[in-house]
């Protein structure tokens, strides 16, 4: 019997259920990614903006006036 021949012998509940799990599963991947990203975020800025901030006059600091500016600086 192939997995075909099973999934297709599977009552409603049954897929349901196999839906459940692989929801399940895929919500703890993208959580675990959004985690990962997260404590590295803080490296990976400094490192992306630190050309620019050597440039920068002595004393001076970037402002953004919305989130997504970070991201728009060129």
Known sequence: MTSQDKLD???LTE???????????SLAA???GFAGAY???R???DW???????VLPEG???????YQEGFFFI
């Open 9 to 11: 012998k599977q009552t």
């Open 15 to 25: 897929h349901l259920a196999d839906l459940r799990s692989c929801l399940l599963i």
């Open 30 to 32: 993208v959580a675990a």
């Open 39 to 41: 404590s590295v975020i």
């Open 43 to 45: 490296p990976i800025s």
């Open 48 to 54: 992306f903006f630190r050309p620019l901030v050597r």
């Open 60 to 66: 001076k600091t970037l402002i953004f006036t919305s």
